[in-house]
């Protein structure tokens, strides 16, 4: 570590691995109602636990994120932060801000639109957090060097707080409510959270392989030009069945498929780059945890977002368990697993912990990674039946459901290994370990 206020990123880490549990324990709860609809008390209800379970996975996502840019920016600016002090406070007001809002929510406090049930003093107070996220970062970057991965991050970040400004905004209109709805939920996870995934790749490449910063800044750009331009008007296969226009049928079908360019393209990068570097680098799990990302990220977000993108067969498929199935997996591949990434990379080091357990490391990648995988296989069964039975045979939705019972077992159990993972994780980067020694 070479920058004092890097330190800064290590309560971002520890924030957004305490979140993470949360979040897979509440899925966990959620996987056992699908089989068990009376098994927990009238005060968690299902609509409850999915809530606190997908809001607890963006929130520690962007708490990730914005660790992982404390992180790396002091590096890549060659400047220590422009403020730590104010990095703190950002900190524990978005810390209190997520907690709150759990407690409203199991209070009755939230609104109706999914992902964004935070009631409105919630959502101000993330602009806040947001607004004085984005004064640091920028402020650092203006004083410092600036570099390819940074310029990008930054772009990034801005529009994720740009966008989340459309959160606000609620027309009576439904159609043009989930219009906008979309320019929030669709524009962050395939379109700037991308931005920031690329970048946070970029910088491990570089650390992990050795590989030149030309290089790396080269297949950086070519990422990011192509997950802007399909990813911008890929929202379209979102529009296909809300009331809008026909034309966004195919603007929709030719965009989104187009979207697992980017993915493809991460793969190829991250696995060029260690076969280039030819640099052993004594952080193994770090570059596993890279890769592994990549090539999650390709399928989950890229193959099965493609198996159902294209209007006629997003027809039959819109609303059932395919496309829980490729939400699992795109959010785990492309998100969880770069915070996860760089958490496994800079937490020895902030906290002074060298060696550290990367055999116990590497046993949760592939531990949680199986556990991922078992359940998006067992959801795309079940939303293939379903789709089957529900939208082909004619079967109301509750008797199509209760043929699903077998696969929603399968999911539970995917949930608890994949809980046993992250309790691995949490583990090797917490505890002592007698690896060898990390740089």
Not at 65 to 92: D, I, M, N, R, V
Not at 362 to 375: D, E, K, Q, R
Not at 418 to 428: A, E
């Amino acid at each position: 570590m070479k920058y004092e206020s890097q330190k800064v990123a290590k309560l971002y880490f520890i924030g957004a691995l305490t979140l993470f549990l949360a979040q897979v324990l509440f899925g966990l709860l959620g996987g056992f109602l699908y089989v068990m609809p009376t098994g927990l008390p009238d005060f968690l209800p299902f609509s409850v636990i999915r809530m606190i379970h997908t809001n607890a996975l963006v929130v520690w996502l962007l708490m990730g994120f914005f660790g992982c840019t404390y992180y790396l920016l002091p590096e890549e600016t060659e400047t220590e932060l422009f403020s730590p002090a104010l990095a703190k406070l950002q900190f524990w007001l978005f810390y209190i801000a997520a907690g709150a809002a759990v407690v409203g929510y199991l209070f009755g406090y939230y609104n109706g639109r999914s992902y964004l049930e935070q009631p409105l003093y919630i959502k101000v107070g993330i602009v806040v957090v947001a607004l004085m996220f984005l004064f640091n970062c920028s402020m650092t970057l203006l004083k410092g060097r600036k570099t390819v991965i940074s310029n990008i991050l930054i772009l990034g970040l801005w529009g994720i707080a740009l966008f989340f400004l459309f959160a606000f905004y609620n027309p009576a209109n439904v159609i043009l409510d989930k219009m906008f709805w979309w320019w929030v939920v669709h524009l962050w996870v395939e379109g700037v959270w991308e931005l920031v995934m690329a970048s946070i790749l970029a910088f491990l490449m570089i650390k992990l392989t050795g590989v030149d910063r030309e290089v790396v800044e080269k297949w950086l750009y070519v990422i990011v030009g192509l997950a802007l331009f399909t990813g911008i008007l890929g929202t379209g296969h979102h529009y296909y069945w809300i009331g809008t226009p026909g034309y966004w049928q195919w603007i929709g079908s030719v965009f989104s498929a187009l979207e697992i360019l980017p993915f493809f393209a991460m793969v190829i990068f991250t696995f060029t780059m260690t076969y280039k570097g030819g640099r052993d680098h004594p952080n193994k799990a770090a570059l596993l945890w890279s890769l592994g990302c990549s090539v999650i990220a390709f399928f989950g977000a890229g193959v099965w977002g493609f198996l159902h993108t294209l209007a006629p067969i997003n027809y039959y498929t819109h609303g059932t368990q395919i496309t829980a199935a490729h939400g699992h997996l795109a959010f785990y591949g492309a998100y969880a697993m770069v915070n996860l990434a760089m958490f496994t990379y800079a937490m020895p080091q902030l906290l002074n912990r060298e060696p550290y357990n990367q055999v116990l490391n590497m046993w949760s990648f592939w531990i949680m990674t199986s556990g991922v995988v078992f359940m998006t296989a067992a959801l795309t069964f079940a939303g293939v039946l379903q789709t089957h039975l529900q939208r082909v045979m004619g079967f109301t939705y509750m008797d199509a459901q209760a043929q699903l019972g077998l696969f929603y077992w399968m999911r539970l159990g995917g949930g608890v290994v994949t809980v046993t993972g992250v309790l691995l994780f949490i583990g090797s980067l917490l505890l002592p370990g007698s690896a060898r020694k990390v740089r």
